[in-house]
């Protein structure tokens, strides 16, 4: 189970000691250049006024900001007391250096350079310089004094050089005490796992619901701009003006209550699935209309476990864990079919996203697709934004990772027999693609939403391939051509002039034929992978096999 405090705890303590690593690197490192830049030796000027200030005051800011950052993490966060400790161990970690500083002028000049160290002459003390080398002198031969070499800083501080510093360390301490090197991404980490996260279904209620028990929810908008929607058992009894006590308003039950009839499929076995959707393939002569449907298999694709009354206004994470919940007692039940539905829909059905279909389809459950009508519900959304007001059939189909789509494709087939002339048909299948992850081994089922990859549907829709026109014995696929019985189609097509596709295209009111619009992005050619608004309208639309115009395709070669 995803636990969002946990994993915010664990990004924290991540991001944190990252940050703290990167800050503290980079004041080392701004104090290491100083140390190597003002501790050499040199036979030239000492370092101005001006590269000193520079030299320092950035040191001293970056380690006022490090330090500013630390303090800030573990949870100081009033600005004078992060100035002032920041300064503090600043001024401390200056200090250091310098004493750093001269000591490695002293032994550099001691042990790297055989020299000797010497208090300067008085033409030297103006500067501050209290210590300089001289190396390869000739003790007590005036006319060979060696060479004179001085500390790039002598370690003094003028006033004006204090106060700059120390308004540096403010500045870097206070200005940037909250600012990051890499910006959090806790925010949006948590976004995305909250919007995938179950929920708890009746153990989030507050007080016992008997196991087949209903509940009720409240109803009250909140102070944070959303309906309260906390569960309680349905026999609680109310005290007048009593508080909820999530909102902390008098109880108000969500008064629309919608009743579910919740169906599952039979079984996960796409092979199954598909060949039963082979057997009940519909196909008639092209230019005909759509001839009724015989369904020869016969065979139900969705079992109705039993109904389900929710309040509306709970998410479809919360309706899906109250029909989890249920599912311990429909797999129980006597039907063997519902039993082994139950047993199915308990193991891989997602507890984050299913299916809501409108109307009454309780006499089209043998169609892989009942109803156009279904909408695809997400986690964090609220059932009464999904569904409108009205006294419609409602189903809720539990997804248990396979997704029906319907095709529309043609073909010609040529017989061996020369003399039998060629068919020119439209055929109408259903085709179940997976949707979902391999169930989990391990950790919990059914943290998944429907995800479809473009490459992966294409291959799945690859059904039949082309051929020279003079193969006979086989047949070829054709783009689809509607009824109508306004225009009817004189000529039949011999073979695609254009190239073929696959369009999504909505389907009229009784889903007999494709409407075909023309609009962008309707080709599954386009895509690399399908967000759930489309995953949507595939359900609800038919992939219908098109020829794109021969005039567009030579129009777009020649550009
Ligand atoms: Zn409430």
Redesign the pocket.
Known sequence: MINPLQAMARWRAEENALDSALSLFAAATAWGFAWKLLSTPTTGRPATEVELACVLGGCVAVTSWAMARHLYMIGRRRPRRIVFWSVVITCGVLFATRALIRYSFSSRCTEDMAGVLKTPAHWLGGSGIDQICVVNEVPGNPYLPGTLLEPAWSGDIPAWLAILLVAAAVTGANGLRDRRLRSSGIGAKLLDQLELAPAAGVESAIGKVPPDGEVVA?G?PTLWGEI?G?LYPANKKWEPGEW?R??Q?P?LAADRMLRFNVVSLWTSDIDVLNGLERLDTLSWPMGQPVPPDARVSGRERWITLGTLEMPDVISVAQALALAHARLEMWKGADDPMVKRAAQLARERASRICAWIWFGQVSHRMTYARPTQRARFALGAARLRDLVPEGGETLTLQLDVGLLPLELRLAFRRRFVDETRPDEVRNSKLDLWIPVSPPPAHKGEPGLWVDRIEGKALRAWLATDRMRPAGVRGVSTPLGYRPYSADAPMTELPVRPLGRLDFQRQPLDEDGEEPRSPTLPGVSVAEWDWFEPEQIELLRREALVLVETDAADEAAKEAV
């Open positions: 409240c009250n309260c906390q909820c999530r909102c308003q109880f």
